[in-house]
């Protein structure tokens, strides 16, 4: 493709609302990844007696809020992939497709 054809596409409204939407999720689910993923870690380094609670016998708090930052992570990419497949896919066949 040359670079006045991606020039031409970059410009059309589609692909603007691509990217746009596109970024603002990610960028979204990146924050909301690292504040639980750091929260955690913050967590274990300055508060370990409360990690080391018990919770049921001899499982301490750290286990499920760690299990809990692996699902959250498990989570977030369900929803990335969710909104890609759903919102993203649709914005992109209808760039490939062109102007009507």
Do not use: K
């Not at 369900?78 to 066949?93: E, H, I, K, M, P």
């Amino acid at each position: 493709m040359d670079d006045h054809a991606c020039a031409r596409l970059r410009a059309t409204p589609a692909f603007q609302e691509l990217e746009r939407t596109r970024g603002r999720l990610g960028w979204t689910l990146t924050a909301l990844i690292l504040v639980i993923y750091f929260g955690f870690v913050l967590l274990v380094a300055f508060a370990p007696s409360l990690m080391s609670t018990r919770v049921i016998g001899t499982v301490t708090l750290g286990f499920p809020l760690g299990l809990g930052v692996i699902l959250s992570a498990i989570l977030l990419t369900g929803v990335y992939v969710l909104r890609a497949n759903s919102r993203f896919d649709s914005l992109t066949r209808q760039i490939v497709a062109g102007p009507r």
